[in-house]
Each structure stands twice: as structure tokens, then as C-alpha cells.
């Protein structure tokens, strides 16, 4: 069973950045995929970050240009940096994992850490 675990978040000013971590149980280099969701009090969880096993990463336009996922296979850890944070990107944050078998995908989700972003 796949266990991710994040942290890193907290309180920061608009404009400020901060730099979210994911540990995984598993050996994330095997994994076909990870990415970042997010979800504020009353809305839809909703993807903001993805990266696949070949590297490719993908965002929303709501977090272009500000955020950057990245992994560290000999860390089994995936990072969320966000820069230039604004109100809006409160949210819960959550680290998700991909895993493809022959069978089908199976995904996993860690418990979330806040991000609060207010001056």
C-alpha cells in the first residue's frame, strides 16, 4: 500500500513562496505519474500541478508561470515550489499518486496540509 504523506505549508503573505514536500512509502520512480491538488473550504478539489514518469509536467493556467512540481527519487519525495502565492490560492493541498497495472490505475492521496496565503 502506497502511503504519501505531505507538509511544508502554512501562513504567507501575497507574493510570498512556498515549497510544499510529498513523501511516499513506495519507490516513486516506479509510480506512472504524481501530481498536486488542491481544495479551498466549499469547492471541488481540483489538479494544480502533474508530473509524469518520463518527466513531463503539466498546470492548470490558474498556477502557470507561478508553480513547479519536481521529484527526488532518492528521496521518494515530490515537491510543490509556489512562488508569487496569491489569496486565492488557499487551499488544502494534496499529494497524489498514479500507478498503472495490468488490471488498471489505481490512486493515492495523502491527508492535505494547509496553505493559507493573507497579509
Known amino acids: 500500500q502506497v502511503q504519501l504523506v505531505e507538509s511544508g505549508g502554512g501562513l504567507v503573505q501575497p507574493g510570498g513562496s512556498l515549497r510544499l514536500s510529498c513523501a511516499a512509502s513506495?519507490?516513486?520512480?516506479?509510480?506512472?505519474?504524481m501530481g498536486w491538488y488542491r481544495q479551498a473550504p466549499g469547492k471541488q478539489r481540483v489538479l494544480v500541478a502533474h508530473?509524469?514518469?518520463?518527466?513531463?509536467?503539466n498546470y492548470p493556467d490558474s498556477v502557470k508561470g507561478r508553480f513547479a512540481i519536481s521529484r527526488d527519487n532518492a528521496k521518494n519525495t515530490v515537491y510543490l515550489q509556489m512562488n508569487l502565492l496569491k489569496p486565492e490560492d488557499t487551499a488544502v493541498y494534496f499529494c497524489n499518486a498514479e500507478v498503472f497495472s495490468l488490471v488498471g490505475r489505481s490512486t493515492y492521496w495523502g491527508q492535505g496540509t494547509q496553505v493559507t496565503v493573507s497579509s
Open positions: 508530473i509524469t514518469g518520463g518527466g513531463s509536467t
Open positions: 513506495g519507490k516513486i520512480s516506479s509510480f506512472n505519474a
